[in-house]
DNA sequence: CACCTTCGTTGGATCGATTCAAATTTTTGC
DNA sequence: GCAAAAATTTGAATCGATCCAACGAAGGTG
């Protein structure tokens, strides 16, 4: 009554070929393509595997010999709760599963605590390919992943590897278009919250540091944010760039350094909406309303941006548009690599407006 | 250079073996037990391999001979989407992600667009086990599960066949508790809205369905609210109960149809908490205030009730926790069918406060 | 020097199915 | 009633590994 698996060993496909008289090619024919097997044969195989409480050919079996999972496997270096949790993540999921909805392909989630698991992981996931994404720890990802030697894709053009498929977004003209806004807007005190230009660093960012850059997203939303700046004739050199880890601690630390400044800025420019966020929050509380005081531009237009307090102006990414086409890459892999740039679009919500003192 | 897959036939650890000069025992244990091989030996191999552009041992091989995918399923009749958009799903997620995370299995998701479908994603699904996410449809996607004899975990005990192993929670006990605190707040005028009784009905509902449920975790909170109500001297025979579909439409007619009673209710009981924020947004349009004019207490304690206005008070489950449980239970299987059912807790906040008229 | 360990290696068996060319049976055509 | 065509069925080969009993070569011992 307790037991599920009563009969020590497990029933296979030529069991009940043999109980009911017919070789396994017949047996298997009746699971797999039942039209082609005379009606009296094929009730005489179904009962038998009723009788012997088969449960069908199993899939171990049929994959190695069909070759194809019907699967793709979405990894990252976070825990796999991070697929659930991160805003900008969850869209980017309902964009992937759209895609494996359509095509009856699943998903596996594949991360793992330690590097070491990590790499089992991936070397030993069942899947026709992989979406990667490449937050920290990128380029390793990358490099595990290229071992499969499956069919496999980068999320964002983290690193600019031309030898890896990848999907992202014109983070340069996103910069633009968001730096653009503001300076239309009459600010000219600006300062960046952003995201890492390189593992583990965190605080100011040198232009040294600018140039070396491991993650060029980073960079080039930097890079868009300065272009425009000093179209509008800011001096691009004194906008301080404060490198967070797009996290709440990071963020407030980042806007305790760049508020005990002597001319703080009007205007902040944000590469994450999570930061963007974190941001309204510290200086709701510190008393400084936004956009009277300080407007804030976010980066990646999450659900959320929408609905927070006071709604974030943002640059949209089609998230869930690059999920889908992500999972189409995989689905219709053509043994090619190629390097996918979307376009980006300004949201303009109730975190920006003209700065203080301006009528 | 555009091509990855270069070679036409992949290398098999067979062919290594060979260009090693060695057996494929001893090829598969440099890649299985590395340690058994002598230190020459292994390097010939893992040269002959480099040089072959062997891509490492193929799980698909492996699996077969292994048996265990380390991997669970989770299914649901629901698109794949709903793991990632849904709040109580994606609480869960996490708690299952965690567990799994904890034994470095992975997550393959399970779904599909029509029945059929469904029933070939499961029969042909690469997992150890499943956890079935049982919303609508739950019987049916048991029966299919069960087919594949695989250990099974129905979430939410949705049905009570004791023959599935299930964790829920004591919807009963949680159903007095939202009662009994409306009741002491001093409500007497109750309105339900109730998730499914059985498949495809909406609307008000009759004693006579409420007997005859399919879903007895909706009968079950249901009965724990009229038992509660009783004790405080409340008709529960003149409680409307209006059977929602989970859904803003079907809760919004609904609440027009409650309150379009000549004594509306001061107070609504809903099953999930997913219909109390639409109710208090069908409320917050009509101009009716919450708590002042009407209270409203949720179930689920899912995290955006804490942060929706007004704040919702709600029975709180251990969603985390369930996901938890059921996953270890899927990973260390034991053969024996359980049952679970945790606690519940009552979360207080600001949607429920004394009737109108009360001081 | 015969004998026993120990360490590494070998190669056949196995995991559970699908596939396909060839063999067999049934149908059809005349 | 017989040959050709069509429909079924067969059984060996294959998918890609791991496992394990048996074997061979050093090394140690009395």
Redesign the pocket.
């Known amino acids: 009554m307790a037991s599920l698996t009563k009969g020590r060993?497990?029933?296979?496909?030529?069991?009940?070929?043999k109980a009911a008289?017919?070789?396994?090619?017949?047996?298997?024919?009746?699971?797999?393509?039942p039209?082609?097997?005379?009606?009296?044969?094929?009730e005489r195989v179904k009962a038998a595997a009723e009788a012997l409480g088969?449960?069908?050919?199993?899939?171990?079996?049929?994959?190695?010999?069909?070759?194809k999972v019907n699967a793709i496997g979405v990894a990252t270096t976070e825990p796999l709760s991070y697929f659930f949790d991160d805003p900008f993540a969850r869209v980017m999921m309902a964009g992937i599963s759209e895609a494996c909805d359509a095509t009856g392909a699943g998903i596996a989630l594949v991360s793992a605590g330690n590097e070491e698991k990590l790499a089992w992981n991936i070397q030993s996931a069942l899947v026709d390919g992989f979406i990667l994404f490449c937050i920290e720890g990128g380029p390793r990802l990358v490099e595990l992943t290229r071992e499969r030697k499956l069919p496999f894709v980068a999320l964002e053009l983290g690193s600019q590897d031309a030898t890896v498929s990848a999907i992202g977004v014109d983070n340069v003209a996103g910069g633009r278009l968001a730096a653009r806004h503001l300076a239309e807007l009459g600010h000219r005190r600006f300062a960046v919250l952003s995201l890492a230009f390189a593992d583990d660093s965190t605080g100011l960012v040198s232009p040294e540091q600018v140039r070396t850059a491991v993650y060029t997203g980073t960079r080039d939303r930097l890079l868009g944010y300065l272009e425009e700046l000093s179209r509008f004739g800011v001096d691009t050199a004194k906008v301080p760039v404060y490198e967070t880890e797009n996290d709440e601690a990071s963020t407030k630390a980042g806007l305790e350094t760049l508020f005990a400044s002597a001319e703080p800025p009007t205007a902040i420019l944000a590469m994450s909406d999570r930061v963007a966020m974190e941001a309204l929050e510290w200086l709701s509380a510190r008393g400084i309303a936004v956009p009277r005081d300080v407007s804030v531009v976010g980066f990646d237009g999450v659900p959320e941006a929408a609905i927070c307090e006071p709604p974030l102006t943002t640059i949209a990414q089609p998230i869930a548009e690059i999920g889908r086409r992500a999972a189409r890459r995989i689905l219709d892999f053509d043994g090619t690599v190629r390097r996918e740039t979307l376009g980006v679009e300004l949201v303009v919500r109730a975190s920006s407006g003209p700065p203080p003192g301006t009528g």
Do not use: C, Q, W
Request: proline share 7%; no cysteine; aromatic share 4%.
């Open positions: 060993r497990p029933i296979r496909l030529a069991d009940i070929a008289g017919v070789s396994h090619g017949t047996a298997s024919n009746v699971f797999s393509r039209e082609i097997v005379r009606e009296e044969v094929r088969y449960a069908g050919p199993d899939p171990k079996g049929r994959l190695l010999r069909a070759g």
